[in-house]
């Protein structure tokens, strides 16, 4: 069943569940201890004009992703952009451990991190200071009790269009067919967008740089088609 048109205005809630699993191996403890402060941005202090100065000299703040999961996604594309700088939020505990293990590793200095809600980040970016954001695999909440909770809604795509730049895009992926239904249904009565696929491959296919992660491996093993969307800011 698709969701029904029009969402209610609602209070500010987080988009998340439980934020902690297993314990952390020490080597991930010492890194949410000693990396974690060094890459986290600070919301209590307002956000700069040019987001280029949270970074390294010599590259240009540009991309957001809500919600790294593991950080593979994240990871990859900042290997294959170091000039680019991107910023992840991931509220969960084990998944902000293996994404710190993985930039400590690799020695990236073209990621900044925030430990929390996405909401209070969005609320914090300047506007018109990113040319891409994306929302790989987000929770679907499946149950119609907790459509509330996806993250998808007027009220976050809003706060999204107001950080794109003009002819920036807003990538979603995900396996749940109603989520997909319920994500086009919204993007596409949103001025503010435009859907860029002209036929189905361009959302039956990822795109051509798009790094696939456990959770795609494993949707698919299980049967789940995967949807990817992308949408400009106009």
Same mark, same amino acid.
Request: aromatic content about 12%; hydrophobic content about 45%.
């Given at each position: 069943?698709?969701?029904?048109?029009?969402?209610?205005?609602?209070?500010?809630?987080?988009?998340?569940?439980?934020?902690?699993?297993?314990?952390?191996?020490?080597?991930?403890?010492?890194?949410?201890?000693?990396?974690?402060?060094?890459?986290?941005?600070?919301?209590?202090?307002?956000?700069?004009?040019?987001?280029?100065?949270?970074?390294?000299?010599?590259?240009?703040?540009?991309?957001?992703?809500?919600?790294?999961?593991?950080?593979?996604?994240?990871?990859?594309?900042?290997?294959?952009?170091?000039?680019?700088?991107? %910023?992840?939020?991931?509220?969960?505990?084990?998944?902000?451990?293996?994404?710190?293990?993985?930039?400590?590793?690799?020695?990236?200095?073209? %990621?900044?991190?925030?430990?929390?809600?996405?909401?209070?980040?969005?609320?914090?970016?300047?506007?018109?200071s990113l040319a891409r954001v994306d929302l790989i695999y987000p929770?679907?909440?499946?149950?119609?009790?907790?459509?509330?909770?996806?993250?998808?809604?007027?009220?976050?795509?809003?706060? %999204?269009?107001?950080?794109?730049?003009?002819?920036?895009?807003?990538?979603?992926?995900?396996?749940?067919?109603?989520?997909?239904?319920?994500?086009?249904?919204r993007l596409l009565r949103a001025s503010d967008f435009e859907w860029?696929?002209?036929?189905?491959?361009?959302?039956?296919?990822?795109?051509?740089?798009?790094t696939s992660t456990r959770y795609e491996a494993k949707a698919k093993?299980?049967?789940?088609?995967?949807?990817?969307?992308?949408?400009?800011?106009?």
């Amino acid at each position: 069943m698709v969701a029904p048109i029009h969402d209610k205005p609602r209070p500010p809630r987080a988009f998340f569940g439980r934020r902690k699993g297993h314990a952390l191996r020490p080597q991930q403890a010492a890194l949410f201890e000693a990396l974690l402060p060094r890459l986290a941005l600070d919301l209590d202090a307002p956000a700069p004009h040019n987001l280029a100065t949270l970074f390294a000299p010599g590259v240009e703040a540009g991309r957001l992703e809500i919600g790294f999961g593991g950080g593979e996604h994240l990871i990859a594309e900042a290997e294959r952009a170091p000039q680019t700088g991107f %910023i992840g939020v991931e509220p969960f505990v084990n998944g902000m451990a293996k994404a710190l293990a993985g930039i400590d590793a690799r020695g990236l200095a073209n %990621i900044r991190l925030h430990f929390g809600d996405a909401i209070l980040l969005l609320d914090w970016l300047p506007a018109r200071s990113l040319a891409r954001v994306d929302l790989i695999y987000p929770d679907p909440w499946p149950k119609r009790r907790h459509w509330k909770r996806r993250f998808v809604q007027d009220a976050t795509l809003a706060q %999204i269009a107001r950080i794109l730049r003009p002819g920036g895009e807003f990538r979603f992926v995900t396996d749940w067919p109603d989520y997909a239904a319920w994500t086009l249904a919204r993007l596409l009565r949103a001025s503010d967008f435009e859907w860029t696929a002209e036929r189905a491959d361009d959302w039956r296919r990822p795109w051509p740089t798009f790094t696939s992660t456990r959770y795609e491996a494993k949707a698919k093993r299980e049967g789940r088609v995967p949807c990817y969307l992308i949408f400009r800011r106009r």
